[in-house]
Nanobody
């Protein structure tokens, strides 16, 4: 049974940094492309970033390009999102998703506020 568990969210001031983690289990993580999504209060799901199975290819939404970095450790079945220069508009629940099945975890809350 596939499972994704996000962690690392929290409260941070504008300009700060957070590193989100996503622990995968129940499927072969190393052969799956993965995506980070987010949902701000009162809004729909928004694409943030994705990474291919080997980690060589990454994509970013324009809104986070140059500030966020997606990475993965296939040996540990872990997906990461390093978020720097955070802005109030980055406030959202962040989800990791297994692209092949569209399955995502419960999410982790990120709040950026002064």
């Amino acid at each position: 049974q596939e499972r994704l568990v996000e962690s690392g969210g929290g409260f941070v001031q504008p300009g700060g940094s957070l590193r989100l983690s996503c622990a995968a289990s129940g499927f072969d993580f190393s052969v799956n492309s993965m995506t980070w999504l987010r949902q701000a209060p009162g809004k729909g799901l928004e694409y943030v970033s994705s990474i291919n199975m080997g980690g060589e290819m990454t994509r970013y939404a324009d809104s986070v390009k140059g500030r966020f970095t997606i990475s993965r450790d296939n040996a540990k079945n872990m997906l990461y999102l390093q978020m720097n220069s955070l802005k109030p508009e980055d406030t959202a629940v962040y989800f990791c998703r297994r692209d092949a099945t569209d399955y995502r975890g419960q999410g982790t809350q990120v709040t950026v506020s002064s």
